[in-house]
């Protein structure tokens, strides 16, 4: 069997800087680092992220980007110039640190799951020939994540903008609470090149926050079910945890988006060897 790889999501250190959040991941062991910042002082550290690629050997997976796609385009999303120019922006980033995914999210806030439109009947559709073309241009493939946007949604957009250069980030815990992890993979498919992996409890009915990002292992996820679906759809990717590290996730406050409240460093780390430990048991024994 192949040698499962394993990486880490950079926002679980958001209190550090980017490359030292790198580093301390590479310590640990990882294969793979997905670079995540709400802002863009990554221009600075360009240089730098290299030279830590270069002399670790961890290699980067993903640039997932704070923002939805939708986030770029205007209310009416008349404005597709400055869509495209955002996502050109991110692409020229992915090519300059040699990482192959761009992780966005499609749409958060506004989608109506209880009555999703087509893709193509949004007017970001328009976007996607030419941001389409320059990451086919760059080599680098868009992934759009699930979140309150389901997979079904995703893999029909996939379909209609039809490249090589797009597919999937399945996140294991949004689909634990916006439709189901089984149904999602399955959903997903071939077009699953990339996971956000971590636990939660479902969705609160009290109004509390749900989107825990616990590590795997912390919340309720069944994690062997879960590789069960993964074998299914014949996997090969890498599996990545997207963790919070705030008290606040552990305590299920509504405010954990604040990244704020931090574990301590170390505490932080263990709950990554927590969640690798689980993940391999999880592969062992499904
Ligand atoms: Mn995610």
């Known amino acids: 069997m192949q040698e499962k790889k394993f990486s880490v999501n950079t926002g679980l250190y958001y209190d550090i ?17 997905e670079l995540y910042r709400h802002s863009w002082e990554i221009d600075d550290v360009t240089r730098e992220l290299k030279e830590i690629f270069r002399h670790t050997g961890i290699k980067p997976l993903a640039w997932h980007d704070h923002h939805e796609l939708i986030f770029w385009a205007e209310d009416d999303c008349r404005d597709i110039y400055f869509v495209v120019k955002q996502v050109k922006q991110r692409l020229d980033f992915c ?14 806030e506004a989608y109506d799951a209880a009555s999703p439109v087509s893709p193509d009947e949004h007017p970001v559709f328009k976007a996607f020939p ?15 994540e699930n979140g309150s946007v389901q997979t079904k949604f995703i893999r029909r957009l996939c379909e209609l903008v039809d490249s090589p250069n797009i597919g999937m980030c399945v996140d294991i815990g949004h689909a634990n609470l916006f439709e189901d992890v089984e149904t999602a993979l399955a959903t997903a498919g071939s077009l699953t090149k990339c996971l956000h992996m971590s636990d939660n409890f479902g969705m609160r009915r009290d109004g ?76 062992r024994t499904s």
């Open 130 to 144: 030419e941001i389409i073309e320059y990451a086919e241009n760059s080599g680098i493939i868009i992934l759009f």
């Open 208 to 283: 509390g926050f749900s989107d825990l990002h616990l590590a795997p292992g912390e919340g309720g996820i069944d994690w062997r079910k879960c590789m069960l679906a993964l074998k299914n759809i014949n996997y090969q990717g890498v599996f990545n945890f997207e963790l919070n590290g705030s008290r606040y996730a552990r305590e299920g406050v509504a405010d954990i988006k604040g990244w704020g409240n931090f574990l301590p460093l170390k505490e932080r780390d263990k709950l990554l060897r927590l969640a690798r430990g689980h993940i391999k048991k999880a592969l």
């Open 95 to 108: 090519r300059e640190l040699g990482v192959k995914y761009l992780t966005l999210h499609y749409d958060f």
């Open 17 to 33: 800087s980017l490359p030292d959040a790198v580093r301390r991941i590479a310590a640990l062991g990882f294969d793979y680092v």
